[in-house]
């Protein structure tokens, strides 16, 4: 099983809000915000399992747009900046900012490191 990390306020994202403005009839109803977010969610997902690059060979907008279970977003993805479709397949730009082995275990290490300085008692000041 994989997992990719996420943003505990992503739906608060002004990508996601353009996002949903875009696809949603009401784009600021909590319900669509909510469904645009599990979108992206879903294609992150996708694509974390399925490259280790950000390049998807062979791999069309429609193809995202059916992973995601909703017509437009690849579109919309394009607009904002997350995607840009080449001659051979789509490219996921800072893939690797979230994404594939490094980055979690260098996202894992900064919460060790963290998690290490919350449990330090504070250091005293010597005075001269």
Known sequence: MAWIPCDTCL???????????RLMPTPSHPFNILLISGACLRVWAW?????????????TTADLDF???????????????W???????????????????TSKARLNGAKRSAKFRRKQPPQQELSA
């Open 67 to 81: 992973q995601a279970w909703l017509p437009g977003l690849a579109d919309a993805w394009i607009e904002v900046g």
């Open 47 to 59: 694509v974390d399992a399925n490259t280790e690059t950000g390049r998807f060979q062979g791999v």
């Open 11 to 21: 739906w608060e994202k002004g990508k996601v809000a353009r996002i949903a403005r």
């Open 83 to 101: 995607l840009v479709v080449e001659d051979d397949g789509l490219v996921f730009p800072n893939f690797d900012r979230y994404n594939g082995n």
